[in-house]
């Protein structure tokens, strides 16, 4: 069964520029998550979505970042414009329905911002 | 609000040696609690869960983790460590009823020497 899929595995860009990471879950699964993981740090929750509706998005900065979730499979992550604190690691992870299933990470996307 | 505290940044055992990281947490209501190793640019890898039942919970590669209610812990513990489990470990927590998504710890990175 293939895994959490991310695209790009690495980014680096200029500070106000854009960024977009993908994510496309395991098979099946309902629930995608983004997490954001800065260095030494355990990750934090971005967004969340079940299927298409984005369900809890309260730690999103909405005044930079965006998320989308069409067809209720892939999901795109975007920061327009970047700024130096958002270098970090972008999780991506995918559940099934159920409230107590785990969650499959992906491997994330480092983000350097310069 | 929910919490977990890994209060060692960092254990490091001898090869067949048992380990113990550690981990405590804070949640209103009932915990749903997790273990992921995370490996060098690898995304996290799910380990075990405790749901409800059985305090003992085991997992994979040997691991097993046991749940103290009256202390709020969730220690993960093998018996005999290798040099390959040297990773990253990541304790995480969420509260039912609550938010889906996890809190997770800081982590502690186990260090098995040869």
């Known amino acids: 069964e293939a895994g959490v899929v991310q695209s790009p595995r690495y980014k680096i860009i200029e500070k106000k520029q854009p960024v977009a990471f993908w994510c496309n879950p395991i098979s099946g699964h309902n629930t995608l998550y983004w997490y954001l993981q800065n260095l030494g740090q355990g990750p934090e929750l971005l967004i969340r979505y079940e299927n298409e509706e984005a369900v809890d998005d309260s730690q999103l900065p909405k005044d930079r970042f965006s998320a989308e979730r069409l067809k209720g499979v892939d999901s795109t992550l975007k920061i327009q414009p970047a700024e130096l604190g958002d270098s970090a690691v972008y999780l991506c992870?995918?559940?099934?329905?159920?409230?107590?299933?785990?969650?499959?990470f992906g491997p994330g996307t480092r983000l350097t911002v310069l | 609000a929910q919490s977990v505290a890994q209060p060692e940044d960092q254990v490091k055992v001898a090869e067949g040696n048992p380990l113990t990281v550690k981990c405590t947490y804070s949640v209103s209501g009932n915990p749903y609690l997790f273990w992921y190793v995370q490996y060098p640019n690898r995304g996290l890898q799910f380990l075990l869960k405790?749901?409800?039942?059985?305090?003992l919970v085991k997992g994979s590669y040997g691991f097993e983790a046991e749940f103290n209610k009256s202390q709020t812990s969730f220690h993960l513990k093998k018996p005999s460590a290798l040099v390959s489990d040297s990773a990253l470990y990541f304790c995480?927590?969420?509260?039912?009823?609550?938010?889906?998504?996890?809190?997770f710890g800081s982590g502690t990175r186990l260090q098995v020497q040869p």
């Open positions: 995480a927590v969420r509260a039912v009823p609550g938010r889906r998504a996890l809190t």
């Open positions: 405790y749901i409800t039942g059985d305090n």
């Open positions: 992870a995918s559940s099934p329905s159920g409230s107590y299933n785990e969650q499959f």
